[in-house]
């Protein structure tokens, strides 16, 4: 069924509609001729077939019949995976947009009486858009008098190409247009060649960027090479306690049979000692403690000095007493009158 006159949808023999576009190339019974050249799927030569026989073969090699050159005679059709076909074309054409560049000319404006600044921000604009690979295009516009002069306006777009050399050459010397002078100046690099270097030089920041992520991650990073492994199951958790309870036990076992050992080792080597380095011993210490009772029994036989008489107490002199303080005279009695 036509759609406009531009493309129709058609029953395939695997009973799939898909529509097909009048640009497209002929496949399966839209082929209209009786006899034509084959090709293959892997590009072999068939040679010159009925269209009858074409189609079962390519209905039995569940391909398509698609005819790839109707001008020849006969027309040349080959085997093929026609939804595979468009695929792999549309990808190829969307890779030619992606790598297709479109150069743009960036006009810039000029006064002949501008501002210092005004002049550095215009150039500015100038360097960038000519980095990027587009066309600059300064125009200065006069204004009354200022038509007269047009010598200034040629200094002022050669003083601007000498600040844009490093990125961009001229491509077209100043010229009059009406009311306006304009000059052209070109990129030294095209576009393409632009948006790769402006790529690399994003990819190599990322990366840069990156590098100093993971240098900082890893100054940061905890040495868990040493460290003693979680475990969320309670299960491993209850047998790793049950382990180190019986190595503890075992450890603790282990130093009581080395202890029991030392001390039956020290008792038989007391056992085997001779027996009469013991009787001299005993008797060093008899005659060692006899003298010493002797002096004991003679020191309580003896009889005990008298003790000396104290000497008498001496009496003490009496103290004087202290003699009367003289008092003040008595006033003597009035006589009576």
Same mark, same amino acid.
Request: aromatic fraction near 2%; include cysteine.
């Given at each position: 069924m ?7 949808? /058609? ?5 799939e509609?898909?529509e ?5 190339? @002929?496949?399966?019974?839209r ?5 034509? @050249?084959l ?7 068939v040679?010159?077939? #009925?269209i ?17 050159a109707?001008?020849?005679k006969?027309?040349?059709?080959k085997?093929m ?15 030619? @947009?992606k790598?297709?560049?479109?150069? *743009?000319?960036?006009?810039i ?9 005004d002049?550095e ?7 960038r858009?000519?980095?990027a690979g587009?066309k *600059? ?5 006069? #204004?009354?008098?200022?038509? /007269?002069?047009?010598?200034m ?18 491509e077209?010397?100043?010229r009059?247009?009406? #009311?306006?002078?304009?000059?052209? %100046? ?5 576009k393409?060649?632009?948006?790769a270097?402006?790529r690399?030089?994003?990819q ?9 992520a993971k ?6 990073r905890?040495?868990?090479?040493n460290?003693?492994?979680?475990s969320?199951?309670?299960g491993?958790?209850l047998?790793?306690?049950?382990? /180190? ?13 080395v ?5 039956e080792?020290? %008792?038989?080597e ?24 002797e002096? *004991?029994v003679?020191?309580e036989s ?8 104290k000497?008498a ?7 004087? +007493? ?7 005279? +008595?006033?003597?009695?009035? +006589?009576?009158?």
């Amino acid at each position: 069924m036509a759609r406009g006159g531009l493309s129709h949808c /058609q029953w395939t023999p695997g009973n799939e509609q898909q529509e097909l576009h009048i640009s497209d190339p @002929r496949i399966n019974e839209r082929i209209r001729v009786p006899e034509v @050249r084959l090709v293959g799927p892997a590009g072999e030569q068939v040679g010159i077939v #009925r269209i009858e026989d074409a189609l079962r073969l390519a209905a039995e090699a569940d391909l398509d019949l698609v005819e790839v050159a109707p001008q020849a005679k006969p027309p040349v059709c080959k085997l093929m995976d026609f939804g595979k076909y468009k695929y792999e074309a549309a990808v190829k054409a969307r890779e030619a @947009r992606k790598n297709q560049t479109n150069t *743009v000319l960036k006009e810039i404006r000029f006064r002949l009486k501008i501002d210092k600044h005004d002049y550095e921000t215009k150039r500015g604009h100038a360097l960038r858009f000519l980095g990027a690979g587009d066309k *600059v295009k300064a125009m200065i516009q006069f #204004r009354g008098r200022e038509q /007269q002069r047009p010598e200034m306006g040629i200094r002022l777009l050669q003083r601007f190409a000498e600040d844009v050399a490093e990125v961009g050459v001229v491509e077209s010397a100043p010229r009059i247009d009406g #009311r306006n002078m304009v000059m052209v %100046v070109g990129p030294l690099k095209n576009k393409a060649e632009a948006k790769a270097e402006a790529r690399r030089a994003a990819q190599r920041a990322e990366s840069l960027a990156q590098n100093e992520a993971k240098a900082r991650t890893e100054a940061e990073r905890v040495d868990t090479d040493n460290a003693t492994p979680l475990s969320n199951n309670l299960g491993e958790q209850l047998a790793e306690a049950l382990k /180190q309870s019986e190595a503890a036990q075992a450890e603790v076992v282990e130093t009581e049979a080395v202890e029991a050992e030392a001390i039956e080792t020290e %008792v038989a080597e007391a056992a085997e000692a001779p027996v009469e380095e013991t009787v001299a011993e005993e008797t060093a210490v008899v005659e060692t403690v006899a003298p010493v009772e002797e002096a *004991v029994v003679v020191e309580e036989s003896a009889p005990k000095p008298a003790a000396a008489p104290k000497p008498a107490a001496t009496p003490r002199p009496a103290a004087p +007493k202290a003699a009367p303080k003289p008092g003040a005279p +008595k006033p003597s009695a009035r +006589k009576a009158n």
